[in-house]
Nanobody
């Protein structure tokens, strides 16, 4: 069993930055970030594949670099140049099986409870 705990969310003005963290207890082969805005479906933001490669949603490419610290079992999402449309609950996800980098929910079998990000204009 893998437990994921996110932190780092908050309220920020447009153009600002936030850094999300996700600590994993247990072994994971892939981790990623997803988000869900009110009234919308959850969507993939960025993820690491089991081979260490990454993938990003077009909407965040160049603004939200994903990184990880394997020694700390921690995944990060540095969110820069935030926009009001980035407002959402952000979730950390992990897979215990080998996967290529993916933004598909079904590829991940563990989920955190989320951390709220609110961007005001």
């Amino acid at each position: 069993q893998v437990h994921l705990v996110e932190s780092g969310g908050g309220s920020v003005q447009a153009g600002g930055s936030l850094r999300l963290s996700c600590v994993a207890s247990g072994d994971t082969l892939s981790m990623g970030w997803f988000r869900q805005a009110p009234g919308k479906e959850r969507e993939g933001v960025a993820s690491f594949g089991s081979d260490g490669s990454t993938t990003y949603a077009d909407s965040v490419k160049g603004r939200f670099p994903i990184s990880k610290d394997n020694a700390k079992n921690t995944l990060y999402l540095q969110m820069n140049s935030l926009k009001p449309e980035d407002t959402a609950m952000y979730y950390c996800a992990a897979s215990s099986t080998f996967i290529w980098p993916s933004l598909l929910e079904g590829r991940f079998n563990y989920w955190g409870r989320g951390t709220q990000v609110t961007v005001s204009s």
